[in-house]
T-cell receptor, first 112, second 114 residues
């Protein structure tokens, strides 16, 4: 089944403890992206990648890192999480050209 | 990026057509209109997109006005499972601009009534 898989689905962590949220797609898509969703603020793009080793900042990149060493994987790294990064995170991918994104099921992160 | 304006909420009776409007008066000639929806806290789901012509797929139809300043997403026979937040998004060209450009606003909360 074509899908975007995020792990974990739920995570509670403490301030300052480095964490990685993994994202993998099995559709050979070129583009991948990370979003966060907060009440009243909607979906905001964190980082995106147009292909292997090509990444760029979205609207809210502060406090996050990404890497794209392989086409299928696009992990989101929080080097020193803070409570304001408590949010619902979505990974998404799409092929080149004018096609829509396929989203993952989300990761609900709580930083205490 | 061109901005979009959508009503915050709409109701529709089950079995009827749901027509969701979107205004994008500052759209550029090469920008596309995309529609996504999000059911509760699930990942958004792509529905349809278009440039200037009307489009139809198995989920919905997209009607874009001739001046491209507004569009309407039509769900022909709404069911309770269509209750969701619907996002209308206008994006720059995918190639060459260097920016991914997919920005979600507040959307329209569509409630299908039994």
């Amino acid at each position: 089944e074509a899908q975007v898989t995020q792990n974990p689905r739920y995570l509670i962590t403490v301030t300052g403890k480095k964490l990685t949220v993994t994202c993998s797609q099995n559709m050979n898509h070129e583009y991948m992206s990370w979003y966060r969703q907060d009440p009243g603020l909607g979906l905001r793009q964190i980082y995106y990648s147009m292909n292997v080793e090509v990444t760029d900042k979205g609207d809210v990149p502060e406090g996050y890192k990404v890497s794209r060493k392989e086409k299928r994987n696009f992990p989101l790294i929080l080097e020193s999480p803070s409570p304001n990064q408590t949010s619902l995170y979505f990974c998404a991918s799409r092929p080149g050209g004018n096609y829509g994104y396929t989203f993952g099921s989300g990761t609900r992160l709580t930083v205490v | 990026d061109a901005k979009t304006t959508q009503p915050p909420s709409m109701d529709c009776a089950e079995g009827r057509a749901a027509n969701l409007p979107c205004n994008h008066s500052t759209i550029s000639g090469n920008e596309y209109v995309y529609w996504y929806r999000q059911i509760h806290s699930q990942g958004p789901q792509y529905i349809i997109h278009g440039l200037k012509n009307n489009e139809t797929n198995e989920m919905a139809s997209l009607i874009i006005t001739e001046d491209r300043k507004s569009s309407t997403l039509i769900l022909p026979h709404a069911t309770l499972r269509d209750t969701a937040v619907y996002y209308c998004i206008v994006t720059p060209p995918w190639a060459g601009g260097g920016a991914d450009g997919l920005t979600f606003g507040k959307g329209t909360h569509l409630i299908i009534q039994p």
